[in-house]
Nanobody, 124 residues
Framework: QVQLEESGGGLVEAGGSLRLSCAAS????????MAWFRQGPGKDREFVAS????????YYSDSVKGRFTISRDNAKNTAYLQMASVGSDDTGVYFC?????????????????WGQGTQVTVSS
């Protein structure tokens, strides 16, 4: 079973950048699709971005497309979310998650393992 741990969250000014990391342990995750989700104050958890096991494809929500970049380094068992041009709507707890298989999925229920989350707060 894979364990996931997010890091890199914190306070960032509007318009700034931040990079989140997701470290996997317990088993290699190079055969799993990985995704980032977030949950803002008073909001439901929402899909942010996803990347295939090899990094060959990526998908983004419309709200972050062009501003965020998802990537992974399977040799380090780590995935990343580079955030740029952040705004107040990007405030929330960011979670990484993995699922078996090779297909894209944006629904949280399709992901089998989750991290505890890291808080991102954008100040105006």
């Amino acid at each position: 079973q894979v364990q996931l741990e997010e890091s890199g969250g914190g306070l960032v000014e509007a318009g700034g950048s931040l990079r989140l990391s997701c470290a996997a342990s317990g088993r290699n995750f190079d055969d799993q699709v990985m995704a980032w989700f977030r949950q803002g104050p008073g909001k439901d958890r929402e899909f942010v971005a996803s990347i295939s096991s090899s990094g060959g494809w990526t998908y983004y929500s419309d709200s972050v497309k062009g501003r965020f970049t998802i990537s992974r380094d399977n040799a380090k068992n780590t995935a990343y979310l580079q955030m740029a041009s952040v705004g107040s709507d990007d405030t929330g707890v960011y979670f990484c998650a993995v699922r078996s298989g090779s297909h894209y999925a944006a629904e949280a229920r399709r992901y089998e393992h989750w991290g505890q989350g890291t808080q991102v707060t954008v100040s105006s």
